[in-house]
């Protein structure tokens, strides 16, 4: 039986706010990734400095405003190196960002990393977006977008629904397993479609997809154990209904990690 819209939005009454902002938000994005070039690179960069800021009002809320320069500089910085192929500075300039980070503040020396980490993930993850598309083409990027976007859905739906046993609670109350089933199943069968519509080789691009699949799920529930571990509910609170752009695009982040590391070692020959 499918589910009941009118009980799923019983259980999530910001379903109908969710909905709205993806309608705006995806078409903007798709159409700025079908453009490519600068239009894209510069979305990146803003998304990257709007993510790094993010994270360090989650990580360290008394944070002299430097942090949050130095954080947002770095991040949107490396996205620029990484879709003008220059993959040096693309690891260098986020790399000195976060140790700029770690002197600054008057965090307790062993909580210094939480700042730094979260610029490394944030830079690499948004840079390595910014790359795919550089170089690898529209519909590399496309890929990507398509098996997260179809895995994250499936996931929030199946677990809004079925619920059942939980799958990490000390990292989310609310991930299950019958969601975490649902976005790796959603974000294959996103996969097939693709290689079905463009004519991709099927077996590398299911491989593809799922290895996207659980990249997306794990940092779903990864951005929720940092959250936890932070003591905050959202990261921020930019998209209705959705909280900040990390709780957004915390699967993506992952998967985009993934995707450049598949593309990297070329170990496929399907989309990427």
């Known amino acids: 039986m499918p589910p009941d819209i009118k009980a799923v939005r019983q259980r999530d009454p910001a379903l109908v706010t969710r909905i709205v902002s993806a309608l705006i938000l995806i078409p903007v994005s798709l159409f700025l990734l079908w453009n490519g070039g600068l239009a894209f690179t510069a979305y990146c960069a803003a ?12 990580a360290d809320r008394d944070a ?15 996205v620029l190196f990484a879709a003008d192929g ?33 610029v490394l993930y944030v830079a690499l993850a948004v840079s390595a977006l910014a790359s795919i598309r550089s170089l690898n083409g529209f519909d590399a990027a496309a890929f990507i977008l398509l098996v997260v976007w179809a895995a994250d859905s499936a996931a929030y739906f199946a677990g809004t629904w079925f619920r059942g046993p939980k799958l990490w609670p000390r990292a989310s109350p609310n991930k299950t397993w019958a969601g975490f089933i649902a976005g790796i199943a959603g974000g294959t069968a996103a996969a097939w479609g ?3 519509w ?20 794990a940092g779903d529930l990864a951005m929720s154990l940092f959250k936890r571990l932070f003591g905050v509910k ?18 993506l982040m992952a998967a985009c990690l993934a995707a450049l590391a598949i593309a990297s070692i070329n170990m496929l020959e399907g989309p990427l």
């Open 47 to 58: 998304f990257a400095a709007a993510m790094a800021w993010e994270w360090m009002r989650m």
């Open 198 to 217: 463009q004519s991709e080789p099927l077996t590398d691009t299911l491989i593809a997809g799922v290895l996207l699949s659980f990249a997306a799920v």
């Open 86 to 118: 220059e993959f040096f500075w693309m690891l260098a300039w986020p790399l000195a960002g976060a140790i700029g980070i770690s002197f600054t503040g008057d965090m307790p020396l062993s909580r210094r990393w939480r700042g730094a980490f979260g």
């Open 194 to 196: 693709f290689a079905a």
């Open 234 to 251: 959202d990261t921020g609170e930019i998209i209705p209904g959705h909280g900040g752009v990390l709780d957004r695009v915390d699967a």
């Open 64 to 78: 002299p405003t430097r942090s949050y320069a130095i954080a947002s500089a770095a991040a949107s910085g490396a």
